[in-house]
């Protein structure tokens, strides 16, 4: 059930992956500026995210993991299908915002089912399989743009519909052996255990959520076309694929601060060589180190969660994903509000950020275990 439940995530962010690349589209059909688009999509991102905290909480009083899982990738599959139809960029975002909301959802139950062994493998291939899904989606859907009508998605949506609920009989009939809605909430027992985590998840969410967002946006300013950004999106992320597995081990085979250290400090060096260093073909190989960087906290910040809370990894999952992730994209979506039409600094802004978080986060773990 493991390797069903890693595909659905390759699904659900594969799909989620569709809007921040096709940024230079949106803007041009709906005759917006960068910061306007910018700082919707991160408040978006936010307010969807915010969530999860919820959805978390939620699934771990539920038995029923699989049948939610695969009823929520399902919706996700339909709602997608309409994201070309409409001119109105109010129905527009209206789509992409369900897609956010079912996608937030899915997260935190999946995320719970995937380590329900404790194990750290389990929970870096669930989270290997998300992030190969984000990395191809960005590459897919401006490659689709280009060559196929936008207006008829529902040719890739459907076989996958399909696809999804072929494989869906196990998971249907998966129950928890245990039902925990009788453990409550505890704020100052449970959360504060993971307040480091969540410092560094909201820092590093902020950074990447700028980059994510301003990728696109500069290269098209430079003359180079949507599919070069998506594609430039999408190495970055597939070379994400590598070094989350590879996080993950490192932590296993070492402690916390020095796989977090690791991360914000190559996520720091990398973006601020993208900011500095004025050649194309070595930005792109900073921001694709910038990525890899970035991506190598995120299952190891899960299983350190999941490890806190064993008894509510649901909403441990929540919070090291989707509910830290929402405060980044909160401050992005600010930022980008105030600066957004400055593309390089804001990359800047980025790229101090990690060295902010690291800092924050070894003065949190100091004071957490005094």
């Not at 060559?147 to 009939?173: D, H, Q, R």
């Not at 902020?206 to 696109?216: A, E, K, Q, R």
């Not at 190598?296 to 299983?303: A, D, E, G, K, R």
């Amino acid at each position: 059930m493991e390797l069903s439940t890693a595909f659905y995530h390759f699904i659900a962010d594969f799909t989620n992956a569709f809007a921040k690349p096709l940024a230079p589209y949106f803007i041009e059909k709906f005759g917006l500026d960068n910061k306007t688009f910018a700082s919707l999509i991160a408040l978006l991102g936010g307010i969807t995210s915010l969530v999860q905290i919820f959805f978390g909480a939620y699934f771990d009083k539920k038995s029923r993991d699989g049948l939610y899982i695969v009823f929520i990738v399902v919706l996700e599959l339909i709602f997608i299908s309409f994201l070309g139809i409409f001119n109105s960029f109010f129905l527009t975002f209206l789509i992409i915002t369900i897609v956010r909301l079912l996608n937030s959802a899915f997260h935190p139950v999946s995320a719970g089912f995937a380590g329900r062994h404790n194990k750290g493998k389990n929970v870096a291939f669930f989270s290997i399989a998300g992030t190969f899904g984000a990395a191809l989606g960005p590459v897919f859907i401006t490659s689709y743009v280009k060559y196929a009508n936008i207006t008829e998605l529902y040719f890739v949506t459907i076989p996958l519909i399909f696809i999804t609920l072929l494989f869906s009989g196990k998971l249907l009939k998966y129950k928890k052996e245990h039902n925990l809605k009788h453990k409550k909430l505890s704020i100052k027992g449970d959360l504060f255990k993971l307040l480091p985590i969540f410092a560094l998840v909201t820092g590093r969410s902020f950074s990447m959520d700028v980059f994510h967002t301003y990728i696109p946006i500069y290269m098209n300013e430079v003359s180079k076309s949507l599919v070069i950004g998506g594609s430039v999106l999408t190495m970055g992320m597939i070379f994400g694929v590598i070094t989350n597995y590879l996080g993950t081990m490192v932590l296993e085979k070492t402690n916390e601060k020095l796989t977090n250290s690791i991360g914000l400090v190559g996520m720091a060096v990398s973006g601020l060589s993208f900011v500095f260093i004025p050649q194309i073909s070595v930005k792109v190989l900073m921001f694709i180190l910038y990525d890899g960087f970035s991506f190598f906290t995120m299952s190891s910040n899960i299983v350190a969660a999941q490890k806190l809370l064993p008894g509510k990894k649901a909403l441990a999952s929540s919070i090291s994903m989707g509910f830290s992730w929402a405060i980044g994209s909160f401050l992005s979506s600010g930022y980008s509000a105030i600066f957004g039409n400055n593309v390089m600094f804001m990359m800047l802004s980025a790229s101090f950020s990690a060295i902010i978080v690291l800092i924050t986060y070894h003065l949190l773990t100091v004071k957490i275990q005094k």
